[in-house]
């Protein structure tokens, strides 16, 4: 047995429960295993859930994922301009939040908001820096949503996670050591475990594990995806305008990854911020 495998289990076993795949994803993920599959029949599979179509063609409206501005009106069409594996991780995005139940009704609500806008922020800062980092938008939005997905998930777990941890508001993020101390797990983990669970590329598993800590350049992809979710947290603050104590500690790291000077972050910021805006 792994030790992922195993703390799967110990976490289970803690009362913490993970969210299953839903099954659309995991007939996606087997027809996608297959080679070459032909856009029709993943067409037809994605079909079967509403909500997740929808989703779909909502992104396929955006500038992001469909700079030409085509007009789609049929999935396959969606899959052929988006591409087959890019849907998947679209779709594992938004299947997330469906997948996990709310009990703690205005928490979750808080928590998906900051989410989804950290997401779009990660996406757009990869799609500015794509030729620096090679990570992709799609890659990017999808360890966006997945990065602090142990949240909803201890919130279920423990009534009052919520209360000791002020997850009321989309400025307050909860504190690993904090989380720790109380419930004797932190979010962080749990969201690693959640990534492998759901069969996420490795390299967005390990940047969620990595959380907010540069992880060694030979880590290649994994560290440019930190740094882009790192500065995506930071215009997260900006753009909610709250002050952010711990970009000082990494801006150097992140920016110099991303190939952005200092001097340059005030141009860089404005540009996001004005996509970000209009694509709200």
């Given at each position: 047995?792994?030790?992922?495998?195993?703390?799967?289990?110990?976490?289970?076993?803690?009362?913490?429960?993970?969210?299953?795949?839903?099954?659309?994803?995991?007939?996606?993920?087997?027809?996608?295993?297959?080679?070459?599959?032909?856009?029709?029949?993943?067409?037809?599979?994605?079909?079967?859930?509403?909500?997740?179509?929808?989703?779909?063609?909502k992104a396929a409206?955006?500038?992001?994922?469909?700079?030409?501005?085509?007009?789609?009106?049929?999935?396959?069409?969606?899959?052929?301009?988006?591409?087959?594996?890019?849907?998947?991780?679209?779709?594992?995005?938004?299947?997330?939040?469906?997948?996990?139940?709310?009990?703690?009704?205005?928490?979750?609500?808080?928590?998906?908001?900051?989410?989804?806008?950290?997401?779009?922020?990660?996406?757009?800062?990869?799609?500015?820096?794509?030729?620096?980092?090679?990570?992709?938008?799609?890659?990017?939005?999808?360890?966006?949503?997945?990065?602090?997905?142990?949240?909803?998930?201890?919130?279920?777990?423990?009534?009052?996670?919520?209360?000791?941890?002020?997850?009321?508001?989309?400025?307050?993020?909860?504190?690993?050591?904090?989380?720790?101390?109380?419930?004797?797990?932190?979010?962080?983990?749990?969201?690693?475990?959640?990534?492998?669970?759901?069969?996420?590329?490795?390299?967005?598993?390990?940047?969620?594990?990595?959380?907010?800590?540069?992880?060694?350049?030979?880590?290649?992809?994994?560290?440019?995806?930190v740094a882009i979710?790192?500065?995506?947290?930071?215009?997260?603050?900006?753009?909610?305008?709250?002050?952010?104590?711990?970009?000082?500690?990494?801006?150097?790291?992140?920016?110099?990854?991303?190939?952005?000077?200092?001097?340059?972050?005030?141009?860089?910021?404005?540009?996001?911020?004005?996509?970000?805006?209009?694509?709200?």
């Amino acid at each position: 047995m792994s030790s992922d495998e195993q703390a799967l289990m110990d976490l289970v076993a803690r009362g913490v429960k993970l969210p299953p795949q839903p099954q659309v994803l995991v007939q996606l993920e087997d027809n996608l295993s297959r080679g070459d599959p032909d856009v029709r029949t993943l067409a037809r599979t994605i079909a079967q859930d509403p909500g997740l179509t929808a989703m779909l063609f909502k992104a396929a409206r955006s500038p992001l994922f469909n700079p030409r501005n085509r007009n789609l009106d049929r999935l396959d069409q969606v899959l052929m301009v988006i591409g087959s594996k890019q849907c998947l991780n679209l779709a594992r995005a938004f299947s997330l939040a469906t997948s996990i139940p709310g009990a703690h009704r205005h928490g979750m609500e808080v928590f998906w908001v900051r989410a989804r806008e950290l997401a779009r922020l990660a996406a757009l800062i990869a799609d500015d820096r794509i030729t620096v980092c090679n990570v992709f938008p799609d890659q990017a939005y999808l360890a966006g949503v997945f990065y602090e997905c142990g949240v909803p998930l201890l919130m279920q777990r423990f009534p009052d996670y919520c209360q000791g941890l002020t997850m009321n508001t989309v400025n307050s993020w909860p504190s690993l050591q904090e989380e720790d101390q109380r419930f004797n797990v932190d979010h962080v983990t749990i969201g690693y475990l959640v990534a492998r669970h759901w069969k996420l590329p490795d390299f967005i598993a390990q940047a969620i594990r990595c959380h907010r800590e540069i992880p060694h350049a030979d880590m290649g992809a994994t560290r440019s995806l930190v740094a882009i979710l790192q500065l995506a947290v930071h215009f997260f603050f900006r753009v909610n305008r709250i002050d952010d104590a711990h970009w000082p500690i990494l801006a150097d790291e992140v920016l110099g990854e991303l190939c952005i000077l200092p001097e340059e972050l005030e141009d860089f910021f404005d540009r996001i911020s004005d996509r970000f805006d209009a694509e709200s």
